[in-house]
Each structure stands twice: as structure tokens, then as C-alpha cells.
DNA sequence: TTATGGATCTTCT
DNA sequence: GAAGATCCATAAA
């Protein structure tokens, strides 16, 4: 498979529009077992201003500091003091944006993913947002990775969804900001983790 | 040093 | 469909 990475202008672009482009693109993790492929189908824009749900809404802290760096790298977090989460931040330096990736449906590697976290159903192994994180193996460690230059985890290009079948809803498990519609799925597909 | 809440998942009915 | 588990980071004192 032909991967195509994205360079630093992708993620430069105003947050939501890179939050509807993801769709669609390739999430890549090389393991120890190998390499696994993903595509990103549901995402959720975290922005700066007037977003009280945003971890940068508040102020810099040791915890959400790689929000504030310049786009084109990972913020991975701990929710719940048991999952993480994995963002792809975005815009300019200090802007403290990034987007939430929420779902991906697995492409290549599937063995791979189910020996990170064992299910039945495939549909269940990455339609959640620390699930996924389980099934990539991506912990604490891949917090402020350069999503540009690395090979062991990195954004690749695919194919871009039409308009008509990106979905916009609210976002989902927060208490803050909660009607803002930033929430960003793909039409009909299995692996959304909520409709 | 202590208290509180959270961008979730799993299990049970 | 509904509720409990669980523990780290933050903020307050």
C-alpha cells in the first residue's frame, strides 16, 4: 500500500476544517508485531475560543501542553485514570487547538489490533475513542510525537469524503460545551461509535 | 497534602 | 438500556 504522509500545512488549517478532512485518511502504528493500518471515520474538533471543553480553554498545564505546540503532532491523555485518548493537534503555535479522534475502522494489521485488545467482533475493536488507543497500542509514551516525520506513528493520505456524506452532530461525553456541533462522522459506516 | 471530577468502557439486566 | 469501576491530574488549602 502506497502511504502518503501530509505535510505540516494539513495541520495548519483552521481546526474544523482539518477535523472534516481527517475523515476518510489513514491512521498508521508500527508495533513490535508489525504495522497496522487504520481509517479515521469520526472525529471531534476541540477549539481555543468560546470552547469551555477544550483542556486549553482553561490554562497551560503540564498535562495539555502539547496542545499549544504548533500543529502536526499528538496530544495522548489519560481519562478516567484508565483510558486514553489520542488528539491530532492543530493550528499555530500557542493556539491550543486539536482534534479528537473518536473512531477508526481497521484497514491492515487487524491481528495485530485484537492481540492489543482481544474481542469478538471486529466492529468493537476500535469504535471509541480509548478503544482505539488499546487497539494501537498508543499510551502515554506517544504523547507530543510528530505526527510529520515519524515511522512509528503518522497521518497518510486517502481518499477524501464527499461533503454529502460527512455527517455534523454534537459532541458526545463531555459536560461542558456540549451543544456545540463539532462532532464529525462518516454516513453510514459500522465503525461510528454512536449515530 | 488532600479532595474532587472526568473528551470512557465494560458488565449486567 | 443502565449503572459501576477506577485512578490520575488538577486545584484548593
Known amino acids: 500500500m502506497n502511504l502518503i504522509r501530509f505535510g505540516k500545512d ?3 488549517q483552521d481546526t474544523k ?3 472534516k478532512n481527517l475523515l476518510g485518511k489513514f491512521l498508521c502504528k508500527k508495533t513490535d508485531l508489525g504495522l497496522v493500518i ?14 469551555p471543553a477544550c483542556h486549553a480553554s482553561t490554562k497551560k498545564t503540564k ?8 500543529g502536526g ?3 495522548v491523555y489519560l481519562i478516567y485514570g484508565a483510558y486514553y485518548c489520542f488528539n491530532v493537534v492543530t493550528g499555530q503555535k500557542d493556539s491550543g487547538e486539536a ?3 473518536r473512531a477508526v475502522e481497521p484497514i491492515s494489521g487487524t491481528d495485530i489490533m485484537k492481540s492489543f485488545r482481544p474481542v469478538e467482533k471486529t466492529k468493537n475493536l476500535s469504535n471509541g475513542p480509548s478503544k482505539l ?7 502515554k509514551k506517544e504523547n507530543g510525537f510528530d505526527l510529520i516525520k515519524s515511522d512509528e506513528l503518522f497521518l497518510a493520505d486517502n481518499e477524501n469524503i464527499p461533503h454529502s456524506d460527512i455527517i455534523t452532530t454534537t459532541r458526545i461525553g463531555i459536560t461542558k460545551g456540549a451543544d456545540l456541533p463539532l462532532r464529525f462522522y462518516i454516513k ?3 465503525f461510528v461509535s454512536k449515530k
Open 73 to 75: 503532532i499528538s496530544y
Open 38 to 51: 487504520t481509517k479515521i471515520v469520526e472525529t471531534e474538533a476541540y477549539l481555543s475560543k468560546n470552547d
Open 99 to 101: 482534534v479528537l479522534i
Open 133 to 139: 488507543c488499546l487497539a494501537l497500542n498508543i499510551t
Open 17 to 19: 476544517t482539518v477535523s
Open 63 to 70: 498535562r495539555n501542553e502539547k496542545m499549544f505546540e504548533e
Open 10 to 12: 494539513f495541520f495548519l
Open 188 to 190: 453510514n459506516n459500522e
